[in-house]
């Protein structure tokens, strides 16, 4: 197994931020208050690229809502062919947040880590439960085992990876496939009580 990097220096000027390549999906708002799905590609402290459905225009303030990062804001700085890039305008104490968040993000692709194994694995109390799909339609699935970042199903559906599923109510995103199913993360790290009445009755 490959050892941690730190790709970001949280100290560092704007202008010095090194963008890492992430895969972190999200929502933006454009200043004519429209919102639309989007998906990072590389991002820094400093700035980010996004692929995204409507580009705005150059300068345009817009507020994105991202997975595991959260809210962020600041203006589009060029179009690309599929998106378009932004500043990030945050305080200091921010962007050191962001540094850490982002170096975990880039580790855990570089290190095979589809969740964050800090939270621990619980089996739950009644694992019969239904996941939503892309297209709309519910299929029935048993958790094998849950933590408050991500569970394990079995199904006999298999979304491709990085489609954004509903497990409970809960938007996760599919990361793994495997024998008899698929391992999900979820959108927002998850509050341990509310999990467990989710799956306790």
Known sequence: MPAATNPISPGAE????????????????????SEY????????????????ERSGRPGERVVAYLDHIGR??????RLLDDGFAMTITASERKRDKLAAQLTWL??????????????ERITPRNPISTL???????????????????????IDVKPEIGAEVFLAAMRSRVVRHFDDGIALE?????????LKAKFSN
Do not use: W
């Not at 880039?106 to 939270?119: I, M």
């Not at 519910?138 to 199903?153: K, T, Y």
């Open 14 to 33: 704007r202008r010095d931020f090194q963008r890492v390549k992430v895969t972190v999906y999200g929502r933006y708002m454009l200043q004519d208050r």
């Open 37 to 52: 799905p989007c998906r990072v590609t590389e991002m820094s402290p400093g700035n980010a690229a996004l692929i995204a």
């Open 72 to 77: 962020i804001e600041g203006r589009i700085t």
């Open 106 to 119: 880039a580790n855990r692709h570089e290190l095979d880590l589809p969740e964050d194994r800090r939270h």
């Open 132 to 154: 939503r799909l892309p297209d709309g339609s519910e299929h029935s699935c048993r958790v094998v085992d849950l933590s408050l970042s991500g569970a394990a199903l079995e």
């Open 186 to 194: 979820f959108a927002v790290v998850q509050e341990q009580n509310a």
